[in-house]
């Protein structure tokens, strides 16, 4: 499939703000949708509605680094209900959550791409419909493979 990663192309050493999408295999953590925009998608991951105010941490100093969150929060933080639709449906990846090291780099989704498949900030963005069918065949055990 198609897809854009990161303006920093892939990285084996990503860090807080770099635009590098991670080397490595993660695991589907679940799905975030707008529930204005999007239908719960047909997958057997868990998934939720999104919330206007979603947010998730990318303060590498605060104690919810790399987190979801609400906003308005007092550290940095990222608006997951955008404007833009990338992140109309959103895949939490399985990269720095489990023992989350500060500065290593914050939420690495999958997500939309845009029209053009213009660079993420260090994400993996598909297509609609390749999301869409990405999403059908997940379960607990899918992962993605970036290298």
Known sequence: MRCAVGRGGI????????GATPAGRFAMRFVLFRPDRETAPHTRLPSRALAR?????DASGDRAYNRMIRLPYPASAEA???????????????????????GAGSAIFLHLAAPDFAPTAGCVALSHADLLAVLAAADASSHVIVS
């Not at 105010?53 to 941490?57: A, E, I, K, L, Y």
């Open 11 to 18: 990285s084996t050493a990503k860090r807080e703000g770099d």
């Open 53 to 57: 105010d979603d947010g998730w941490c």
């Open 80 to 102: 997951l209900w955008r404007d833009d639709g990338r992140y109309d449906l959103i895949v939490p990846l399985g990269y720095n959550d489990v023992s989350v090291v500060p």
